[in-house]
């Protein structure tokens, strides 16, 4: 079994195609035991390589109220205030910790994508 890291995008093109050719390969069999330390390799150079950013907590929430049809003003009603709603969907509020449970229980948007750290947008009035 040769296997080295992978350091090179042609090294991760590689294993990928190595993955493809033994993807269903029983476990604790040598292909599955070949199989299971590539794609911890190929984990390891994607994460070091091409990081995925947290999700910006706001533009989630205006995503899931595109996708169900809520309306600013439902928003409103979830968080309590209907000029927070405001506030916080033009950036110049922050989620705090009550309004964060409230769309977590309700939406059932998970806490962690709504922790997010992410900028408020400067008002120049």
Known sequence: MSIHPIRTKEDHRNALKEIEMLWGAKVGTPNGDRLDVLCV????YEEKNYPIEA????????????????TQSDFGSVIGSQSR???VLRK???LNLSMIQ?????????ADV????YHLEVDNR
């Open 102 to 110: 409230k769309v977590r229980v309700q939406w059932k948007i998970p």
């Open 114 to 117: 709504l922790v997010a750290p």
């Open 92 to 94: 110049s509020r922050r």
């Open 55 to 70: 999700p910006d907590p706001v533009e989630t929430i205006r995503i899931f109220m595109e996708e169900h049809g809520f």
């Open 85 to 87: 709603a405001s506030e």
């Open 41 to 44: 390799l190929v984990e390891h």
